[in-house]
């Protein structure tokens, strides 16, 4: 995984002017990356009280004012609309365009929310000596929906999607405190060991992503997953929505010690 | 300070009935109390932005859904019209009536918010060992307005209030780490020491409350403060608006370790 290690603003101006498209994971290490979700204002009050109401999955970092494209309190001076390297335009909950810039599909009612997402969290992991055996497999986190229902509100519900990561049955503890000081990276596992307590029935068989290889004394253990605001938006069949494509995330101007509660 | 350790909801059930109309301290010991504000849909989302902006002094622990006032999250069953002790009734940013009971003043577009309280928060620094003066001393804690300004929201602005608790020089990393543990009851402090360096120009003059005798060694403490948007809501002068009377809150059932995060 390639390093560029230069503040975020020179990154995101590179991704602005297109001399940069693909994926964020490795820049700017150390800084917040948030995924995207933009909806019309007639759906914001739902989605933000979703929100409100699921923050272990839902950990917004960000809302913008209506119609402003800036996330002046994360990363003043930045531009939502051409700022991430790829953009995803869903119309009635369909996939409609995936496209570089999304100035063209810009309206005046759009809010923009910028949610917490896992490398901030893995950061934390790796730096306590947790070891991430997907990243050592060079393999995308394994998820699964789950039989916990998400706490729903007005249009939006769905069940809660988890991230599982094998841990060293020795290290488990270790990975509950360090990721519980992170409440705007999704917090503290939601579970640890037997996947069918949650309704997984095939811990080889993820529903997105890969499945890790688990080594002797490893045990799954589970957290929210930023993915499940965006299946639960979707489901809803917004007739307008954008998010940032899978792994081409918002770099912030905050470093990952920001999101620390204690 | 009388101490009625019955089960939240048969403190409720009472208050409900009209048995009981006074304030709430004391009341269900080890049980999250809350600050209660409600308005109309119409107001609600720019105050949802408002707290998700402003979460030292805004933590939302609950919205309800429009028009219902039973608070699924914290106290499923309750009913927000009957069960505080006493409310009051504003119009136009002024105070209209207290009341003990808002069943004649509720509408179907109704929204209300619960807040976390400071109590959580002096509880976990009195369990900890750390002396509380104002409460020694008999008085109320004392607050006000600070040159911090609240990130605004639609149509809410205005400055942070603080309330200042004296704290044993030795133990102030305690009552650090010990409130960082509970952002939904204000968290960590915002400042330590010097008053006038958050615009406050004389510790001994209280905006609210009552000013607390400093011991040798005490240094002054500022946490956010839960007066924040009440008066940051009131400013902006809704039509209308109903928010517990001072001291007067309502009592979930919530034990107070469910707020920390780890």
Redesign the interface.
């Known amino acids: 995984m390639p390093i560029d290690s230069r503040p975020p603003k020179e990154i995101r101006d590179d991704i602005r002017r297109g001399k940069f498209g693909g994926v964020t994971a490795g820049l700017a290490p150390g800084f917040v990356q948030a995924n995207l979700a933009v909806l019309p204002k007639d759906h914001?009050?739902d989605f933000?009280?979703f929100?409100?109401?699921n923050p272990r999955p839902c950990p917004?970092i960000e809302?913008t004012?209506v119609g402003s494209p800036e996330p002046s309190?994360v990363a003043p001076g930045a531009d939502l609309r051409t700022d991430l390297p790829k953009y995803r335009i869903y119309e009635d909950g369909q996939l409609a365009d995936e496209v570089t810039d999304i100035v063209p599909y810009w309206r005046e009612d759009l809010v923009a929310f910028l949610l917490g997402c896992s490398f901030t969290f893995e950061w934390a992991l790796l730096d306590a000596g947790v070891p991430m055996r997907h990243i050592e497999q060079g393999r995308n986190v394994a998820m699964w929906r789950t039989s916990l229902a998400c706490?729903p509100?007005?249009r939006f519900r769905g069940p809660m999607v988890v991230s599982m990561r094998p841990i060293p049955a020795a290290m488990v503890p270790k990975a509950v405190?360090v990721t519980?000081?992170f409440?705007m990276a999704h917090?503290?596992p939601l579970h640890i060991g037997d996947p069918a307590a949650i309704g997984i029935t095939d811990i080889a068989r993820p529903e997105w992503g890969d499945a890790a290889q688990f080594l002797p004394g490893d045990v799954p253990v589970f957290w929210a997953c930023g993915v499940t605001p965006q299946a639960v938006a979707l489901a809803s069949r917004p007739p307008f929505m954008i998010s940032h494509s899978p792994g081409h995330m918002f770099i912030t101007d905050l470093p990952n010690h920001a999101l620390s509660?204690?």
Do not use: E, M
């Open positions: 914001a009050y933000l009280l929100c409100q109401r917004l809302v004012d309190g706490r509100a007005g405190t519980a000081r409440p917090g503290a509660v204690i």
